[in-house]
Each structure stands twice: as C-alpha cells, then as structure tokens.
C-alpha cells in the first residue's frame, strides 16, 4: 500500500536545489538560517518544528484537532531519501541567486559545521504543489511581485504503511531522535515544518487578524539571514511592502495557491530560492 505525503513548509525557508549528476531532477534542500544574536534580540527568535495531527499516531486513525508539536532546532530532517525530487521553483519564490550571483555554501548541504543553520528538511522525492502567494512587494526598483509565504510540498505513491519520522543532528555524528511514526489518514499524511517565531506557532498562534499590516515600504526584517548562507559577502536586496495585492501580470511558472484561510501570515517570514549549485 502507498500514500502520499503533504508537508506544508511556513516561515523563513530557502529551497535550494542539488541536481544529481546527469538529470533534471535530485534533491530540495529547505534549509531554515540561524538568526545571529536571537539571544540577545528575542523578537528575532524563531523556532523549527514540525507538527501533525494526532490522528496520524495510530492505524486507520482520524483527524483530532490536536496537534502535536515536535522541535527540530540544530537538527536535520530527510522524510524520503532519493534523488528524484523535483528542482523547480514557483515564481511566486524569488531566486537570491540572480541577486548574490553564487550558489548557496555547499557546507550547509551537508553536515552544517559552521553552524549557519537553525534546521534543514532534505527532500528525494516529490514537487512544490501549492504556495500560499503572500502580498504585494517590490523587488527591485519599480518591480511589484507577491512573494510566498508558506509552500506544500507533495510526495505521490510513498511505499509503505506508515512513515518512521526521525531527526539527526544537522552538524553530523548519526544521533537520531524519533519524531513519531505516522499512519495515513485518507491515503495521506500530513506535516508541517515551521521557521517562524513562536508566537506563530500551535497550539495557539496569533490570528491573522491580529497582526497589525505594515506601512507602504516596510522591509521584512529577518529577510536578512538568507544571505548570510552564501558563503560570502554578497550583493543584498530586500522585499519592500507595497500592498494586500500586486495589479501586473500573472507570474511566470506560478504555482497553484493555498485557500487564504489556511495561508498563515504573509508579512514578516517570507520564503525564498537558493539556485543551483
């Protein structure tokens, strides 16, 4: 018996693709940026998870309501190994690549000895399905685009009965810790993976409604650590608010879109690519 898995991806998340030799397809690498001195700034503080539904936790199980929450922070997480993931990104996720002009330090594909990362999710299988497609930006000069704020990623005909979810410590070394092991519910399971600060996170997350929308051209602020994974110094640009919509033309290779009541907020932890290597 096969299932498919749903994980959707919300909050501060680069995709950076790592072909495999000689194909089109290989491997997603979603890797979440450590925020420098979040010890000493505690509203920069951000959190990885990843969360479920109960129900997932016992055969032939149905939906609860209560979510489970298990923290992945220094950790990495690989739900299906393989390298037939699907490298393409949506347009409503900006390219940092064509802006820095070099790849992501491929030291934070592997085991993060420079501890750059707060977590990172290596993807062998699947595609981007859906994005939640965020709100109005400029880009650069003159540029209005939405930017996404949350992604779901799915993995069709997953063998199995059930999915054995384990974490390792990102910086290497073979210590893994369970994270559950999940039973589809209606031939599938869904997570969760969250990079956002942990007033955003369940059981109790602060309403959309309560989050107060910025003045025309506010820069999101954590926007900042995705280029500190460059490697380098590196040319910087960042998203400036315009508005709740963008009046131009539909993206380019645009994804399908979240329903807005399951989009999450769109203002401050935004989602990102990291190119190719």
């Known amino acids: 018996m096969a299932f498919t898995l749903r994980i959707t991806f919300s909050g501060l998340c680069l995709f950076v693709p790592e072909p495999a030799a000689g194909g089109s397809t290989g491997r997603m690498h979603v890797l979440m940026p450590g925020m420098p001195g979040h010890h000493h700034h505690p509203g920069d503080r951000h959190v990885a998870a990843v969360a479920y539904d109960t129900g997932h936790l016992v055969p032939g199980g149905t939906p609860t309501g209560i979510t489970a929450l298990a923290p992945i922070s220094g950790r990495q997480v690989t739900p299906v190994a393989g390298e ?47 994005v939640a497609p965020g709100v109005c930006w400029e880009w650069r000069p003159g540029e209005l685009r ?39 519910m209606n031939g599938r399971v869904n997570l969760v993976v969250y990079h956002e600060p942990p007033q955003d996170l ?59 009541e399951m989009g999450g907020m769109p203002f401050t932890c935004l989602v990102a690519g990291g190119g190719g290597g």
Request: net charge negative; hydrophobic share 35%; glycine share 12%.
């Open 84 to 130: 037939g993931a699907s490298l393409a990104l949506c347009g409503h996720i900006p390219d940092l690549r064509e802006i820095t002009g070099r790849p992501v330090d491929p030291d934070h594909l592997g085991a993060d000895t420079r501890k750059k990362l707060n977590s990172r999710v290596t993807l062998g299988a699947g595609r981007i399905t859906r």
């Open 146 to 184: 939405p930017i996404a704020n949350r992604v779901e990623w799915e993995i069709a005909d997953v063998e199995g009965e059930q999915l054995t979810l384990v974490s390792e410590l990102i910086g290497g070394g073979g210590e893994q810790k369970a994270l559950g092991t999940l039973f589809p």
């Open 202 to 260: 369940p059981p109790e997350p602060l309403p959309v409604e309560h989050q107060p929308v910025p003045a025309p051209g506010f820069t999101p602020p954590h926007f900042t650590a995705f280029y500190s994974l460059f490697g380098g110094p590196v040319p910087t640009l960042l998203p400036r608010y315009r508005g709740l919509s963008c009046d131009v033309p539909p993206l380019a290779n645009a994804c399908e879109t979240i329903p807005p």
